[in-house]
């Protein structure tokens, strides 16, 4: 399995955010700002959505193995609706 960095993580989280149906494919942050969940709806992937369900689901493990290794940062929206990390007050 190909290495994700977490700026390539947080970049894939937010595109698929931009692009997918929330009501379908939810990405969303959970546990306090701790970690990212993606959750597709039942029978939503085929052909080439499956490689996108893939690497999103992928990215938002990355983030959150990232996070439960650096204790003391989280996950918020910008001004602009981009999820980026911070380091926690």
Do not use: Q
Request: glycine share 6%; net charge negative.
């Amino acid at each position: 399995m190909a290495y994700i960095n977490l700026d390539a993580a947080l970049a894939t989280l937010n595109v698929a955010r931009f692009w997918m149906n929330p009501a379908r494919f939810p990405i969303f942050v959970f546990g306090d700002h701790l970690g990212v969940a993606v959750e597709p709806a039942d029978g939503d992937t085929n052909g080439e959505l499956d490689a996108l369900t893939e690497v999103t689901i992928k990215a938002s493990e990355t983030v959150t193995a990232w996070l439960a290794e650096n204790p003391g940062m989280m996950i918020v929206e910008d001004h602009k609706g981009r999820w980026v990390a911070i380091r926690a007050a």
